[in-house]
């Protein structure tokens, strides 16, 4: 059975391992639709598929250079939880 803490935990690092899978990516988005909006300020240009399309483009890009980083780490904290489960130790 589990403590309190080790739950406590488990659930800290279930949401480390969501802001590193989903973080490059994230970032990557925040970047370009940063310099997009100084662009679109700076020349006025006020169209939205020049927001979206840029930032759709990036954010694949590097999900799909981090992509064995992101399996990587998703599959060392599902073979953790799994041990867990197989061991008894979640309640």
Do not use: C, H, N, Y
Not at 28 to 54: D, S
Not at 64 to 80: D, I, N, S, V
């Amino acid at each position: 059975m589990m403590s309190g803490a080790e739950l406590l935990d488990l659930a800290r690092e279930a949401f480390w391992v969501a802001i590193l899978v989903a973080g490059p990516a994230m970032i990557a988005g925040l970047i370009v639709g940063l310099a997009i909006a100084l662009l679109q300020a700076l020349t006025q240009v006020q169209e939205m598929t020049l927001v979206f399309v840029p930032r759709i483009v990036v954010m694949f890009l590097v999900i799909a250079l981090t992509l064995p980083f992101m399996g990587a780490t998703l599959g060392r904290f599902t073979t953790k939880i799994f041990s867990l489960i197989a061991g008894g130790d979640l309640p």
